[in-house]
Structure formats: structure tokens, C-alpha cells
């Protein structure tokens, strides 16, 4: 029986610094801002050795979601147009929604949980979690499950 690969989420500050310069290097690759892996290295400063031994285990938060479906939570406050705002910044995102479930209000707020597929956005999901959250009447908003 193989070995399950396990993953975790970390800020970028708590991480060694090889682990952001390959994903710089490797988000060089992507765009074309650098033809090889040898000139990727070099812009950003580590060999290619160390490039190619952390490649596959490095990915930046944002491609690793792409194309999934991400569970959103967030709080909101009892107030009307809280929740049709936050899905406009899904529907100007591009992101198609799947389901939104939400609690009785109690204490002048109210849990949803949003179920979108980001595949098709045309933002960051860092962009979309920061401008719903920045909603008035937003009170939390964050990932739950992806």
C-alpha cells in the first residue's frame, strides 16, 4: 500500500526561502517571463538543482485550487443586500456558484457557506476573499474546505 501524500497550507513568511524563489521560478516558467529553467534559476537565485528537487512539491496556493471546488464560509451581518452583495464578487469573478446554504440569523448574524467552481475566475481567489471581505456587513470570510 502506497504512501498518502498529506498537504498543508502555510504562510509564505514561515517557509524556507528556496520554497518561494522555486515557485517564483516556476510561475517564470508559466508566464514566459523566462524561456528555461536555467535562466528561471538564475533571475531568482538558486541552482537548478534545487529548482528540480522541490518542483513538484512546491505550488503556489492559487494553482493548487484551480479548477476545483472550493467551499467558502463566511458571516454576515442581518442586514438586507449583505448576501447579494458577496455574490457579485463571485459572479464578476467568474467563479459559478453551486450551492449557498445559509443559518437563521441569530444575534444579528447569519453563517453561509458558499460552494463555487473557481476553474473560470478570472481573479486570485487572495483578490476574491479580499473583496468580499472588505463588503460591508462582511464579518468573517474565509476557505472552509477545497
Do not use: W
Request: include cysteine; aromatic fraction near 8%; charged fraction near 20%.
Amino acid at each position: 500500500m502506497g504512501v498518502k501524500t498529506k498537504f498543508y497550507i502555510v504562510a509564505a513568511e514561515a517557509l524556507p526561502d528556496i520554497f518561494i524563489k522555486v515557485a517564483e521560478a516556476k510561475g517564470m516558467m508559466q508566464s514566459g517571463e523566462a524561456g528555461t529553467v536555467g535562466e528561471a534559476t538564475r533571475r531568482v537565485g538558486i541552482s537548478r538543482s534545487a529548482f528540480y528537487k522541490y518542483k513538484d512539491a512546491v505550488q503556489p496556493f492559487n494553482n493548487m485550487k484551480a479548477g476545483h471546488i472550493i467551499t467558502f464560509y463566511t458571516m454576515l451581518k442581518d442586514n438586507p443586500g449583505v448576501l447579494s452583495n458577496v455574490l457579485a464578487i463571485f459572479a464578476g469573478s467568474g467563479a459559478n456558484i453551486l450551492t449557498i446554504n445559509q443559518s437563521i440569523p441569530t444575534n444579528g448574524c447569519a453563517a453561509v457557506t458558499i460552494s463555487a467552481e473557481t476553474s473560470d475566475m478570472e481573479i486570485s481567489l487572495e483578490e476574491l476573499i479580499g473583496r468580499a471581505s472588505s463588503l460591508d456587513g462582511v464579518v468573517r470570510f474565509e476557505i472552509l474546505a477545497g
